[in-house]
C-alpha cells in the first residue's frame, strides 16, 4: 500500500490539482462535490435492475461512461448490508425510492447534442448548475454494454486499507479505530496525522470510582464492505465490554469518499447498564504529528489558535468553549499543502452538549501513539449522555491542499447540494429536485 498504491494517489491528485488551479474555494470545490441523489426522485429508474443501468456524460464530445454508483438502504436510513440486522428499505438489486444514486461533479459534462448517441436507451437527463452558475450534465442510460472502470476510492479488504485520490488510511485488521497509517498525497513532510483518539470517562456506581477507557478499550469490527468508486462504505460492529458486561452496542458505517470520510454512529447503552455509570463523557479527536506553526479555527474561538508545543492560557481556556449545531465545525490550516474540516451533526437524535478540546503538547507520549507529541490534538468533549435510548452522531472531515473561507462556511458549503434538475426521458415529468441539508449529510 505505502508503495505502488500510494505513488498512484500521488500521481492522480496532482494531475488533477494541476488542471484545475485546485484550492479548495466555492467555485473550484466542484470537480470533488458528491452529487447524491435519492431514487424517489428518479421515477423513471424505480423498480429497474441496478445492474442494468449506467451514468455517461459528454467528454471531447462524446457519450462516454463516467464512474458512478447506486447504493441500497436499510428501513434505519444507512446503507444496506446483507450481513447487518437493519432489513432492506425496498427490494434487493432493484432501485427503490430511498436508495441513492452517487457520482461526482467533477465528472459531468457538456449536454449532449441531439446527434449524441449513447450505447443503450438514455432514461434520464441530470442538470446540475455549479457554484459559478455553469450548467453541467449525466445522463442515466439503461442497457448499456459499457461502465466506467475508473476509481475515486479504492479499498483493499485484505489489507484493511482504502486509498482515494487524496489520502491512504490503513487500519488495524483486528480494530477499525486504530489507525495504522495516514498520508496525504501533496503533505509535505511525515504523515500529518498520528491516529484518531477516542476516550470514554465515567463513574462506575459512584462517582469516586472513575474509569477511562481509549481506543483499545472499544472493538470495532467489520462486518460488511459495500465498496464502490465513489464511495466506500464499511459497516462495523462497536462494542465495549467492562467487568464481562456489554456496556455499549453500535453500528458505526464508516464512509470514505475522495476528499473525506465521515462516521455514522448509532449507539445503544443497555438501560440497566446506563444506571450503572455516573457522569459519563466522551471525547473524539485527531492527534496531529509535529504541525508547528498550523492554525486551528473555529468559530466560536475569536482568533486562530497556533501550534507551537506549549499550552497558554488561552489554550486552555479554549476547552471550555460550548459548540452548537452551527459553529461545531473545526478547521486546522497546516500551511503546507494540507488542510482538515471538521464538523459534527446529530442525525436521529437532539445535539447534546458538546465542547471544544485541543491540546499542544510537544512531549506527550500515549501509549496507543505512532509519533510522540500532541502537536496538536484537536475535536470534541460531548457530555451528558441519555439515561435510555438510541444515540447517534455523524463526525464529517474533509481534506484539500487550502480550505478558503470560515469553518461555518465551508461545513454550510460541503453539506449543501447544487440545483438539480432531472429531465426524465422517458416520460414527461421534468422535476427540479433542491435538496435539504439532511439530504446532503453524504450517508
Excluded: C
Aim: avoid cysteine; aromatic fraction near 12%.
Amino acid at each position: 500500500m505505502k508503495g505502488t498504491l500510494l505513488i498512484r494517489t500521488f500521481v492522480l491528485a496532482v494531475s488533477f490539482h494541476a488542471s484545475l488551479g485546485f484550492a479548495m474555494e466555492t467555485s473550484d470545490q466542484d470537480y470533488y462535490r458528491v452529487i447524491m441523489i435519492n431514487g424517489e426522485d428518479i421515477p423513471v429508474a424505480q423498480g429497474k435492475e441496478i445492474s442494468s443501468l449506467s451514468l455517461f456524460a459528454v467528454k471531447e464530445g462524446m457519450l462516454e461512461p463516467i464512474p458512478y454508483q447506486i447504493d441500497e438502504y436499510n428501513i434505519g436510513g444507512a446503507v444496506y448490508f446483507a450481513e447487518w440486522h437493519e432489513p432492506i428499505d425496498g427490494t434487493p438489486q432493484l432501485v427503490d425510492p430511498n436508495d441513492k444514486l452517487l457520482f461526482l461533479m467533477g465528472d459531468s459534462g457538456e449536454r449532449k447534442t441531439k446527434t449524441m448517441r449513447a450505447d443503450g436507451k438514455i432514461i434520464s437527463e441530470i442538470e446540475i448548475n455549479t457554484s459559478t452558475n455553469t450548467k453541467r450534465y449525466v445522463y442515466l442510460v439503461e442497457g448499456s454494454r459499457l461502465q466506467s472502470d475508473a476509481q475515486h476510492v479504492r479499498y483493499s479488504i485484505e489489507e484493511s486499507a482504502v486509498e482515494t485520490d487524496f489520502f491512504s488510511l490503513d487500519f488495524n485488521k483486528d480494530n477499525h479505530l486504530i489507525w495504522n497509517d495516514f498520508a496525504y498525497a501533496d503533505y509535505r513532510g511525515d504523515s500529518p496525522i498520528d491516529g484518531l483518539k477516542i476516550k470514554f470517562t465515567s463513574g462506575i456506581i459512584s462517582s469516586a470510582a472513575e474509569m477511562s477507557f481509549d481506543n483499545e478499550s472499544f472493538i470495532a469490527k467489520t462486518a460488511g464492505e459495500n465498496v464502490g468508486p465513489i464511495r466506500t462504505t464499511i459497516q462495523l460492529h462497536f462494542t465495549f465490554i467492562y467487568l464481562g458486561l456489554e456496556f455499549i452496542d453500535a453500528s458505526i458505517q464508516a464512509h470514505f469518499y475522495p476528499n473525506a470520510f465521515i462516521y455514522d454512529v448509532r449507539l445503544m447503552i443497555p438501560e440497566i447498564r446506563r444506571a450503572l455509570l455516573v457522569d459519563p463523557n466522551m471525547s473524539v479527536a485527531i492527534d496531529f504529528n509535529q504541525l508547528i506553526g498550523a492554525q486551528i479555527v473555529t468559530d466560536s474561538l475569536s482568533k486562530p489558535l497556533v501550534v507551537d508545543g506549549n499550552m497558554t492560557e488561552e489554550e486552555k481556556a479554549a476547552n471550555h468553549v460550548e459548540l452548537n449545531k452551527d459553529t461545531n465545525g473545526i478547521l486546522l490550516r497546516s500551511n503546507r499543502g494540507f488542510d482538515l474540516l471538521a464538523y459534527l451533526d446529530w442525525g436521529i437524535t437532539d445535539p447534546l452538549p458538546t465542547k471544544f478540546m485541543y491540546q499542544d503538547n510537544d512531549y506527550q507520549f500515549n501509549k496507543s501513539d505512532r509519533f510522540a507529541g500532541q502537536l496538536p490534538i484537536t475535536g470534541y468533549h460531548v457530555s451528558d449522555f441519555p439515561d435510555k435510548g438510541l444515540f447517534g452522531l455523524i463526525a464529517s472531515v474533509y481534506f484539500a491542499d487550502y480550505f478558503k473561507g470560515t469553518p461555518r462556511e465551508l461545513s454550510k458549503l460541503v453539506r449543501t447540494s447544487p440545483p438539480i434538475k432531472i429531465n426524465n426521458l422517458a416520460s414527461t415529468n421534468n422535476k427540479v429536485v433542491n435538496y435539504s441539508h439532511s439530504k446532503m449529510a453524504l450517508r
